[in-house]
């Protein structure tokens, strides 16, 4: 009974209608409130199933308490289903009396209120359900030929039997005809056999017979037995699955290649010029074997069927049958309806319309429901024509917002199947069926439009021998890049360390040239005040040749010194000066000069100076015999002007009368400090570091950089506005050495003159990259 029957469309009665007979058995309420709630739409098929599972029809409480427990109804849904119910049993009632059996009641109750057999199905209770044969003489003959042993169903047209063939020994399907309409449901009863007669082919139901009850005269025809499952069955068993955590990728598979026989079926008989009008999951029976078959052609139509009946079947037939199905009239079961089926537009219904069903049955197999059971429920619809009026005017269901796990190409071949236009659709039966099987085999459908990642994803599922081999590859190409990187990094690492310890190897050298200068010119001072003429103009002997004056002596002392000046290229200045309490005079000087090194010059007597920086002399008078005290100077402090260009090292050291024992003056000598570092680090020639000479407040002296060579700073610049790092290193006087690996900087600090902090130079190194 279609969704569109009259009591689905008149509200239910105010008041519980009674029985002649008295009140009806529980069993019977169960079954008829089972009904009204498919009927009204309150539960689907799948939420009834739910609900009988932990239920039963022959307990002691109510479907309708059972459902309300668990939540699946409401109480207005649980009073409209429990007043309605007997109203419904007493229309059963007046088509016959009630057997005092129970299983006869149960089976003519589900008979009169569910003739399809869905609830005896959902109940699992379809031998019940057909029984019997007791409202039926048990044979179906011609020549006695047929012997009807239990009915299996029954439709709008007619019951169908499961019979035994007794010429052929075997089992059979018996449909007679049951319509009350007798002369309209003859004529559509004849026409569904020729029809199904017509279509030969291995998905559609063979039609054995054609004939009348010889005692009834009753028309029936015989057909292939399928048994009693379904692609309804099927697919509602899948889901369960599903549901349960069982994603056994096969099963969908196998409900797809179900499918795509049904398509070649229907594409068949469209082949024929028939189409079915009646397409659902229903209709799909699946035998004992696995094989598809589409069953029910009652309501199936022949396209251009004048033309084509009377080549098939003679005039007579054909005339017939061209008013079978009147302008506007609507058959097919509603939740599976193309728009312009429910919209009553005969004439527009063609093959596509068909498409639209094969479309509703691949949605059921997406989400388990039919595609306009979610119309119903979101348009409210209380009554059949409600639900036809939905359907015709509101778009297609989408797969994804019903089942958002579905596969996107599926759902996409779907909406193509059911669109709204029928232009829009598959054309055909075997498009539909194509792209199901390019999904299954991996390849790319036509209805959907997939992304470079889901090509590459197609493209490696369907190659997979060379997706492999470029997988290797490229497993091949990344380890061996890894291998490389990590190489290269070890080796960068390895080839930094060596770098590092070998610019630690030149802060050494650094070091220990700074520090031999020290000792070196410590030591000239120490043998400059020994000289002979030095103790001679202290204190002239008495045996003295004639013409040896003090003059002599200090010509003679400037001298060796021009000569030890010539020797030493970087030392600038030799003095011998005699000590007061205010100031140290020149008595020799020996100068390099400054624009021309090669030149060395004795300073006139004329030009002799004072040297009056009294903290100097003080520390000089305080010095024993053979110390020597180290001063620094740059052309920057130099107080006494008497360093223009460079760094300047002083090495001071006292002369005492050899006679007397008294401090009579100095020996001072000086070097280039900074050209001789110069020279060193030219010598080197490195390419490793950046190398800085400093002060001992990190202002810098000289610079060798890679590549531009040895620079000296015209002006102070702080070491720190390069190696910010290094400002706390330089203020700090507790700290001489700084090794920071990370950053590749080495830093020390050197004191020339223990005793004279003022004589701290420092040395940085900092690594190229």
């Known amino acids: 009974m279609s969704p569109s029957d009259s009591f689905g469309d008149s509200s239910f009665g105010e008041t519980v209608a009674h029985s002649a007979n008295g009140d009806f058995s529980k069993e019977q309420q169960d079954i008829a409130m089972s009904a009204l709630l498919l009927r009204t739409g309150a539960l689907t098929e799948r939420q009834l199933a739910q609900g009988f599972a932990s239920w039963t029809l022959h307990g002691n409480l109510p479907l309708n308490e059972h459902l309300l427990a668990i939540g699946m109804i409401d109480d207005d849904t649980n009073k409209r289903i429990k007043n309605g119910a007997p109203r419904l049993l007493e229309e059963m009632e007046k088509g016959g009396q009630r057997n005092s059996s129970v299983e006869c009641v149960v089976a003519q109750t589900l008979d009169a209120v569910d003739p399809a057999g869905t609830i005896a199905r959902l109940m699992g209770i379809r031998a019940v359900a057909g029984s019997g044969a007791a409202d039926a003489t048990g044979v179906r003959t011609s020549e006695a030929r047929y012997k009807l042993l239990r009915k299996l169903g029954q439709g709008g047209l007619g019951r169908v039997w499961l019979a035994y063939d007794e010429h052929l020994k075997r089992p059979v399907a018996v449909k007679e005809i049951t319509a009350r309409d007798q002369a309209t449901a003859l004529e559509r009863f004849r026409r569904e056999a020729e029809i199904t007669g017509r279509l030969e082919h291995p998905g559609i139901v063979p039609i054995y017979q054609l004939g009348e009850d010889a005692a009834t005269g009753q028309a029936f025809y015989a057909m292939r037995f399928l048994g009693k499952e379904t692609l309804h069955d099927s697919l509602m068993e899948y889901h369960e699955r599903v549901a349960e955590g069982d994603h056994d990728p096969m099963l969908l598979r196998r409900l797809l290649t179900d499918f795509v026989n049904v398509c070649q079926a229907i594409g068949h008989a469209h082949s024929r010029k028939v189409i079915h009008r009646d397409l659902k999951p229903e209709n799909v029976a699946i035998d004992s074997f696995g094989q598809v078959i589409v069953i029910d052609w009652g309501i199936a139509k022949v396209i251009d069927e004048l033309q084509s009946l009377d080549h098939l079947a003679g005039s007579h037939s054909a005339a017939g049958s061209g008013h079978s199905t009147m302008e506007g009239q609507i058959l097919g079961t509603p939740l599976y309806m193309a728009p312009e089926q429910a919209a009553g537009r005969v004439d527009e219904l063609d093959e596509r319309t068909d498409i639209y069903g094969l479309g509703a049955i691949l949605y059921a197999i997406l989400t388990g429901s039919a595609p306009h059971e979610q119309t119903r429920e979101n348009s409210k619809t209380t009554t059949g024509r409600e639900l036809l009026s939905a359907i015709a005017g509101r778009p297609s269901p989408s797969v994804l917002e019903a089942n958002p796990h579905a596969d996107p190409a599926l759902a996409a071949i779907c909406a193509k199947a059911m669109a709204r236009r029928q232009y829009a659709r598959y054309q055909s039966a075997t498009e539909l069926a194509e792209d199901v099987e390019r999904w299954m085999a991996g390849e790319h459908v036509s209805a959907y439009r997939e992304r470079p990642l889901q090509k590459l994803a197609r493209w490696i599922q369907n190659h997979r021998i060379w997706s492999q081999a470029i997988g290797l590859l ?50 000239d001072a120490r043998f400059m005040s020994n000289l002979p003429p030095i103790q001679t103009l202290i204190a ?49 000087r020996v100068e390099r000069n400054t624009s021309d090194a090669a030149y060395i010059r004795r300073v006139p007597t004329s030009r002799l100076i004072k040297f009056e920086e009294q903290n100097v002399l003080r520390q000089t008078m305080q010095l024993d015999r053979g110390d020597v005290q180290l001063v620094l100077r740059d052309a920057n402090d130099d107080p006494t002007d008497t360093v223009t260009d460079g760094v300047r090292l002083f090495a001071a050291t006292p002369v005492y009368d050899a006679v007397k024992g008294d401090l ?23 390419g490793t570091a950046i190398i800085d000479v400093t002060d001992g407040e990190g202002n810098v002296w000289i610079s060798d950089k890679p590549g531009v060579g040895v620079v000296a700073s015209n002006k102070v610049t702080p070491i720190s506005t390069q190696i910010p790092e290094l400002k706390e290193f330089f203020s700090d006087p507790d700290q001489t050495k700084k090794i920071d690996a990370a950053a590749g900087v080495i830093a020390s600090k050197l004191t020339l003159d223990r005793l004279d902090d003022k004589t701290t130079v420092g040395v940085v190194l900092k690594l190229t990259e």
């Open 664 to 686: 009579f003056g100095v020996v001072v000598v000086q070097v280039n400090l900074l050209n001789r570092l110069s020279k060193f680090l030219a010598r080197v020639d490195q």
């Open 540 to 588: 002239p002997p008495e045996n003295a040749a004639d013409g040896e004056s003090e003059e002599v002596w200090k010509s003679r002392l400037g001298m060796i010194y021009e000569e030890f000046l010539r020797a030493n290229p970087d030392y600038v200045a030799i003095a011998y000066m005699k000590l007061s309490e205010e100031a140290a005079t020149d008595i020799v």
């Open 474 to 523: 490229v497993v091949t190409g990344i380890v061996g890049l890894t291998v490389m990187i990590v190489a290269s990094h070890q080796a960068a690492r390895a080839n930094r360390q060596v770098r590092f310890d070998e610019m630690r190897g030149y802060s050494r050298e650094l070091e220990v040239q700074l520090r031999s200068t020290a000792e070196q010119v410590s030591k």
